[in-house]
C-alpha cells in the first residue's frame, strides 16, 4: 500500500476487528480470572493474543516484519499493563456492570487501547 491514508485506514481497522476477537469473543476463563493481580498468566496469555494478532495486521499491510515485531512486543506490554491497571481499579472499588463506575473504567480501558492502536499506526506508516 502506498498511499498513508488508506494504509492507516486498513491497519486501524484491522487492529479494531482484532481487538473485538480478543477482547470479547477469544478470553478464556483463566484470562478473565485474577484480574488484580499483576503476574498473572491468564492476562499474560491474553496480552500475547493482541501482540500475535496485531503483528499478523502490520504484515498484511505490509510493514516489515522486525518492525512489526518490536511494535507488537511493545503493544503486548502496554496491553498486559492497562488492563492490569483496570483489574486492580476494579478489585479497589468493587464496582459491578450495575453502577456507573464500572462502565468509566470500562470506557477508559477501551479507550487506552483504541489509543495505543493510533500511537501503532503511527510509528509505522510508511
Known amino acids: 500500500m502506498t498511499d498513508p491514508v488508506i494504509f492507516a485506514l486498513v491497519l486501524l481497522f484491522l487492529l479494531q476487528a ?3 476477537f480478543a477482547d470479547f469473543y477469544m478470553q ?3 484470562m478473565l480470572a485474577n484480574r488484580g493481580r499483576y503476574l498473572h498468566v491468564g492476562r499474560l496469555q491474553h496480552a500475547g493474543l493482541h ?5 499478523v495486521a502490520m ?9 512489526a515485531l518490536i511494535v507488537a512486543l511493545v503493544e503486548w506490554a502496554v496491553h498486559f ?6 483489574g486492580r481499579w476494579s478489585e479497589h472499588t468493587g464496582h459491578g456492570p450495575d ?9 477508559l ?7 495505543t492502536y493510533l500511537i501503532m499506526v503511527w510509528v509505522v506508516l510508511p
Not at 501482540?51 to 503483528?55: A, F, K, M, N, T
Not at 504484515?59 to 518492525?67: D, K, R
Not at 453502577?99 to 470506557?107: E, L, P
Open 51 to 55: 501482540g500475535v494478532g496485531s503483528l
Open 99 to 107: 453502577q456507573g463506575g464500572f462502565w468509566r473504567a470500562f470506557g
Open 109 to 115: 480501558d477501551q479507550a487506552l487501547h483504541q489509543w
Open 81 to 86: 499493563h492497562i488492563d492490569w491497571g483496570k
Open 59 to 67: 504484515v498484511l499491510v505490509g510493514v516489515p516484519v522486525a518492525m
Open 28 to 30: 478464556t476463563p483463566r
Open 18 to 20: 482484532k481487538h473485538l
